[in-house]
C-alpha cells in the first residue's frame, strides 16, 4: 500500500486522451495488484497500463531504459533504489518532494510535487506528466542531468564523501 499507484492512476485519469497518448507500464507485483487493477478499469486507464509483474532484472531495466519518464509515487521509502537506477539509465524522474526523493531529485533531473492533499498531489502530478510530454528540450535536459546526478551516488562518490569525513 505504502507504493501509493493509486495516486499516479489517478494523476493519469485527469489527462484528457486526446492531450497525450500516454502508457504505464507498471513493474513488480503484491498484494493490492488485484485492487489497483480494479481501481484502473474505474477510472477508465486500465487499457493504458501494462502489468509487467517481477521481470528478470535485465528485462526491467530494459524496460526502464526504454521509457520516455519514470514517476515514483511511494509514501514510505526513505529512498527507493529504483530511483536511482531510473537516474542511471537517464530518466527524468516526478516524485513527491518528501522523505530521501526531496534530497535526491533536483530540478535539473526532475519535478518534486508537494504532497498537501489526494486531489492537489494528483493534479501536480497530472500537470508535471503533461510539461515534460509537451516539452521535449526539457525533458532531454532533465534527462542529462539525471546521469550527471546519479554519479553524485556513486561507490567513488561514496567513498570520496566518507574519506573527507574521517579526514
Known amino acids: 500500500p505504502g507504493k501509493a499507484l493509486p495516486l499516479l492512476l489517478g494523476a493519469l485519469a485527469r489527462i484528457p486522451a486526446p492531450d ?6 507498471i513493474l ?3 498484494p493490492c495488484t488485484p485492487s489497483w487493477r480494479r481501481q484502473a478499469a474505474r477510472l477508465r486507464v486500465d487499457d493504458r497500463c501494462a502489468w509487467l509483474g517481477w521481470l528478470p532484472r535485465e528485462d526491467a ?5 526504454d521509457a520516455h519518464l519514470f514517476v515514483i509515487t511511494s509514501l514510505k521509502d526513505l529512498t527507493s533504489t529504483v530511483l536511482l537506477e531510473a537516474l542511471s539509465q537517464g530518466l527524468p524522474v516526478i516524485c513527491p518532494d518528501h522523505c530521501g526523493f526531496a534530497d535526491v531529485v533536483t530540478d535539473q533531473c526532475g519535478i518534486k510535487i508537494p ?6 498531489f494528483e493534479r501536480d502530478m497530472a500537470q508535471a506528466v503533461l510539461r515534460l510530454a509537451r516539452d521535449e528540450d526539457t525533458r ?5 542531468g539525471a546521469l550527471r546526478r546519479v554519479s553524485d551516488f556513486s561507490w567513488e562518490a561514496k ?9
Open 115 to 120: 504532497v498537501h492533499s489526494r486531489p492537489q
Open 20 to 25: 497525450l497518448d500516454w502508457r504505464l507500464d
Open 61 to 65: 531495466v530494459r524496460r526502464v531504459h
Open 159 to 167: 567513498a570520496r564523501a566518507l574519506a573527507q569525513i574521517y579526514g
Open 28 to 30: 513488480g507485483q503484491g
Open 140 to 144: 532531454q535536459a532533465m534527462a542529462a
